[in-house]
């Protein structure tokens, strides 16, 4: 992967902190900050777009991680809760609460597993698939907005940099 991305000259906040943490410290590589910093606050803003999707659409952020498990999983939109915990990475007691106070808002049903009526499967209402994909257009809008600033190769590249930076954490 050749590096294509186009440097801006122009300051940034997290230009400032680094350069007062160089002058005050010129010990240290300060090299990270540069990165990790600009992460964290584009992690805010993906935060607030996130909120604004879903809000918009009457869900909570929980919410939206969970029938978007269920979405992915293709038709007929249903997993176990044991899949569900693996893709949402809450606690077992978290998931169960969860999924009550979805099936109360009428968003997915908990029925028996046809191959063993002992599995309990949960699997997305029309109004829950209607819910996540609606939502899902409205934070892709949002998030195509976020990466205005580059084009489509830049994008790849950084999605590619960034997936690299997490495999660390992942495998």
């Given at each position: 992967m050749s590096s294509n991305l186009v440097v801006m000259t122009v300051e940034d906040e997290v230009d400032?902190?680094?350069?007062?943490?160089?002058?005050?410290?010129a010990d240290?590589?300060?090299?990270?900050?540069?990165?990790f910093s600009r992460i964290g606050r584009l992690a805010r803003h993906l935060d607030l777009a996130r909120r604004a999707a879903f809000t918009s659409r009457g869900l909570e952020v929980w919410e939206f991680d969970v029938l978007s498990a269920l979405r992915r999983a293709g038709e007929p939109y249903e997993l176990?809760?044991?899949?569900?915990?693996?893709?949402?990475?809450v606690s077992?007691?978290?998931?169960?609460n969860r999924i009550d106070?979805?099936?109360?808002h009428g968003l997915?049903?908990?029925a028996p597993a046809p191959e063993d009526r002992r599995v309990v499967l949960v699997r997305l209402t029309e109004e829950g698939l209607a819910?996540?994909?609606?939502?899902?257009?409205?934070?892709?809008?949002?998030e195509s907005?976020?990466?205005?600033a580059i084009d489509d190769e830049q994008s790849e590249e950084l999605s590619a940099i960034l997936r690299q930076l997490l495999t660390q954490f992942e495998h």
């Open positions: 400032r902190i680094v350069e007062a943490w160089q002058r005050e410290r240290l590589d300060v090299t990270p900050l540069g990165v176990t809760p044991g899949r569900l915990l693996t893709q949402t990475l077992s007691g978290t998931m169960t106070r979805l099936v109360a997915v049903v908990r819910a996540v994909d609606a939502a899902l257009e409205d934070l892709l809008r949002r907005k976020l990466l205005a």
